[in-house]
């Protein structure tokens, strides 16, 4: 059989037969994750721009070396990428399809992404951890190899683990009790930034995430990386816990690494369930998503549609509390049918809550309002068309 031959952003690629995406194919390609990857582009452009200097980028697991051949092409102000990838056949791909695109500033490695970050610490403005599964492996020698005002990029594909539905992994792969709710993928891309926040202030290395998201199978965050002890020890008072009642879905997020954990539901007395530790701080910078939205404007992207209104979402979720409310979840509670979004949201606008429609869930609302409010309007509604 031929090699197959794929177009995306402004690059084509060739990549050897492959039956079905899996880690088993002779080099990994997900023509899923383009979405992930025209958002990458975006998120380093933006980025690069805020820095206003040129950038060197590793793309530490590179597979056929479609990610860092697009970020060569279709990212300005790059000097260098390196593509590495510990597979001789992806190292051997990679390399054709730079060639295949005239890309002149990109280095091909083969080595162990730990290995290559240790080896190469304090070279690259831009970090790329993409690896099948958990990046949980890779996140110590990330820290390690960054230098400051750096962004650190990492994927997530265990979400499984992040989410709760297998508790142990995500003990073992991240220090941190999931914690499975309806909310469950906003936890996990906490629990996610939380443990590189930990990992990377042993360096005393601050993070600051400017973007994430939770799609398809996957979770990724963006990161600037920035120096200093004041800095990354302020940063830490992000961390904390959510606790949270089963029966009734009171929620609260408990600041700090040891608060005092409450046992019982404020509201009807069940045990509550606890996850954490978890980054309770900001998950999306307002600016940061403009820019991009900008940059998706001026930038050729076949996933535009998906690209703009995941980034309007998350813009909108920007400055709201941790966790969700899920209105069917709410409405099946009170054994009613649910409202549309839209006369929740209005009604709580009304009132002079803040809230907003969120990417995690279609079903949900982000909003600084008490569930007892949302319960009322939900049961008032439904009364109004009796
Ligand atoms: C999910 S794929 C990368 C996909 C690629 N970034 C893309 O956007 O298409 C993971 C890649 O990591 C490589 N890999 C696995 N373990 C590695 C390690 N320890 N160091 C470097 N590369 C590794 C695999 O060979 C595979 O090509």
Known sequence: ???????????????????????????????????????????????????????????????????????SKEIEGVSGVVVNDISSLA???????????????????????????????????????????????????????????????????????????????????YNAMPLKSEYCHENGVRILAGFVAMTLAKYKKRVEVKFSHSSEHYMRLYLKISKGSKITDDSLKNMGFVA???????????????????????????????????????MQDSDFIRGMLELAEEKEINTEKKVLKLLNMCLYEATLPPTFYDIHKISKKLKISAPPLITVIEKLEEDGFSVSRTHYQPTAIKTDAPLERIEEIISEYMQSLQ
Not at 49 to 55: A, C, H, K
């Open 1 to 71: 059989m031929n090699d197959k031959s794929i177009q995306e952003g402004l690059i084509k690629i060739t990549v050897p037969p492959f039956d079905k995406v899996s880690a088993q194919a002779p080099v990994f390609y997900n023509p899923v994750m383009e979405l992930n990857r025209d958002l990458s582009v975006l998120a380093i452009q933006q980025f690069q721009r805020e820095l206003d200097q040129d950038i060197t980028i590793c793309d530490a697991f590179g597979g056929s070396g479609i990610r860092g051949v697009r970020y």
């Open 91 to 173: 190292v051997e791909f990679a390399r054709k399809n730079a060639e295949l695109n005239d890309i002149q500033n990109l280095e091909v490695s083969q080595n162990d992404a730990n290995l290559l970050l240790r080896h190469r610490r304090g070279e690259f403005d831009v970090v790329d951890i993409d690896p099948f599964g958990t990046p949980s492996f890779f996140v110590e020698s990330a820290g390690n190899s960054l230098k400051s005002d750096s962004l650190l990029c990492v994927t997530a594909t265990d979400t499984s683990a992040l989410c709760g539905t297998y508790k142990e992994p995500c003990i073992r792969k």
């Open 244 to 282: 949270h009642c089963r029966k009734c879905l009171f929620r609260q997020p408990l600041m700090g690494l040891a608060p005092h954990i409450p046992q019982e539901c404020p509201v009807c007395g069940e045990k509550l369930v606890i996850g954490g530790p978890m980054w309770l701080g900001s």
